[in-house]
């Protein structure tokens, strides 16, 4: 607890609230503001703030366009909760900034994910936390958002033991200029034409990678696969749980696909597992083997679910104790701008 | 043995020999053709064979343009070696024309490949198979082929027990229609023009989707999946084998990728794993941690190695004993005409 009472919690609770979105053009940003609109969230009003680069411009918010202004010290006075999408380095920077103005912090970069004393939060799995009136709330890392969905409503009925997962990420992931870069290197290669990448690390026009976050030299696994493995076991608070992570960047704009195997404590059925998920809210099951449809990219964008299939038991485990399933969700709605939306409607006012 | 001796061993082991291609126009035929003419192969003729749609269209060899001809029942007189690539109905009618004939037959197809009495061979994996003089051989489905190449060298010195695969299949393991239907939905997309899937069973511009093959409604493996774990097993001779895969379709053009976790029976390092790896024949490891640098589709695509990297001790397994891994191979080349015509090379003369 600061030494500073929270704008958010020294008011009526009913009042609508003074928002900050910091970050604001970049592609979390701008889903931010959509997020907020689309849920009828109680904006008082919206302070949206971004580097000094992009101040000035305007985009449009219930209607009205809102000017971008620039980051700085007194960006915050007057606001209730600040919604950051700025990268690790502007919240290290400006989240203290914004607590000492009194404001709540949703924080959707990996800067205190990992602190003891920060929650990392997914609503739907541990909401609960929020209860405690944090002054700074972690908003996780896409892939251990997207895959909690899944993993905690199984987790509740039969102890999830280990996860092996491989996952199919988006440009959207690495931002705006990414999804702008797989467009035009697609372009570029249709027409035949040379293009060298500008943004992601390798060609990406109908390629893939291992994903571009930095390689730990000591155990190969690359950061993304670290976070989401760390940021999962925190999010169940289940420290035991065994996890393996690959992470993979494939052309698809906007929404992360993966692929999961699960074991779990006991033996575990299908039919178990369709109707415990059945129940969970944020999913939706898209199982259905006669059509051989099960969950896509391009019918999770733009969705607030996470969409689950392909659940089997998994044919390598004998003893039934196994399931494989298969998760896409958008990676901008609930692996980020969506969740950060959730987090700030949650917190006690 | 059938009755007939093979016009192969019938013959001088150097002359050259007489190939038929059935299946010539389509995207594994023309990569037959040029796996043929690439390295070498002693055809003293070679006769092209496609549906009557097809016949009349002449394709190029060694400077020539030869006209391919309809398949029928005396396309393989003089025939020494026919290698079948057109879909599995075609195999169960021809193979046997082909074998009363005198020819050996390379199938590409699904059609023998689980027959007790066929070898289904991966030269490098089971090439000694080929001693036996068969009038028929399997060539494997590409997952299988693709991944053996990888799991051999490391079973031969630790024995695998299970293999967790998930794939990252390109558009040529669906023929060149797929590749196009890709290119010209991707193209429609970019120009915000709509597009309605006609060789595929869902949208693939940006998206992925899991493998359009027939789903198995006892397991919900589908069918992609069933062959390329029981096809690893019979190549491997690894009955015993604990597979799960689970099977993808993504917007690449034809290198297939695939996550593998392989659990030994004995505690492995991943140092081992790249000395064994870097011993192997048809492997090529591509495992930079520093320049996150791995197996990609677009630097496997037109190459005979099958790419191998990411290569660590995966964090799930607190007994030592599991890798993880990552490959990427072309599905034409490795995963189909390549290995074809490998067999063809090593077939007893």
Same mark, same amino acid.
């Given at each position: ?42 904006? *008082?009003?919206?302070? !949206?703030? $971004? /580097?000094?680069?992009?101040?000035? +411009? ?5 209607? #009205?366009? =809102? ?110 200029? *990414?999804?702008?870069? !797989?467009? $035009? /290197?697609?372009?570029?290669?249709? +027409? ?5 990448? #500008?943004? =992601? ?149």
């Amino acid at each position: 607890m600061t030494q500073h009472q929270s704008n958010l919690d020294a008011q009526s609770p009913s009042r609508p609230l003074n928002v900050a979105i910091v970050g604001a053009t970049g592609a979390v940003g701008i889903e931010l503001m959509g997020c907020l609109e689309r849920r009828g969230f109680p904006v *008082a009003s919206l302070r !949206l703030l $971004a /580097s000094p680069r992009s101040a000035g +411009k305007t985009l449009p918010f219930r209607g #009205q366009d =809102l000017v971008v202004e620039p980051l700085g010290p007194n960006s915050f006075d007057g606001i209730d909760v600040a919604l950051f999408s700025a990268g690790a380095t502007i919240s290290r920077q400006y989240a203290p900034v914004a607590v000492a103005a009194g404001c709540v912090v949703v924080d959707n970069s990996s800067a205190f994910r990992m602190d003891e004393d920060v929650p990392l939060v997914v609503p739907e799995v541990n909401g609960a936390l929020l209860a405690d009136q944090p002054k700074v709330v972690a908003n996780p890392n896409c892939v251990a958002a997207i895959a909690v969905m899944a993993l905690q409503p199984l987790h509740a009925h039969n102890k999830v033991t280990r996860v092996i997962g491989a996952t199919y990420q988006s440009a959207s992931g690495a931002g705006a200029q *990414a999804m702008a870069e !797989l467009e $035009a /290197s697609t372009a570029a290669y249709l +027409k035949g034409e040379a293009y060298a990448p #500008q943004v =992601l690390p390798h060609p990406y026009a109908f390629n893939l990678f291992s994903h571009n976050a930095g390689v730990d030299a000591e155990t190969g696994y690359n950061g993304e696969e670290l976070k989401a493995m760390a940021e999962i076991r925190k999010i169940m608070s289940a420290p035991d749980m065994r996890l393996s992570f690959t992470c993979v960047r494939v052309p698809v704009l906007r929404a992360h696909s993966m692929s999961l195997v699960v074991e779990f404590e006991n033996p575990v059925t299908p039919g178990e597992a369709e109707a415990w998920l059945a129940d969970a809210p944020g999913v939706r099951l898209v199982n259905d083997h006669a059509a051989n449809h099960y969950p896509m990219p391009n019918e999770a964008s733009g969705g607030d679910d996470v969409l689950v299939g392909r659940i089997r038991a998994d044919l390598s485990d004998p003893t039934g104790r196994t399931l494989s399933l298969f998760l896409s969700g958008d990676q901008l709605l609930k692996g980020a701008a969506l969740n950060a939306v959730q987090i700030a409607e949650a917190l006690p006012r």
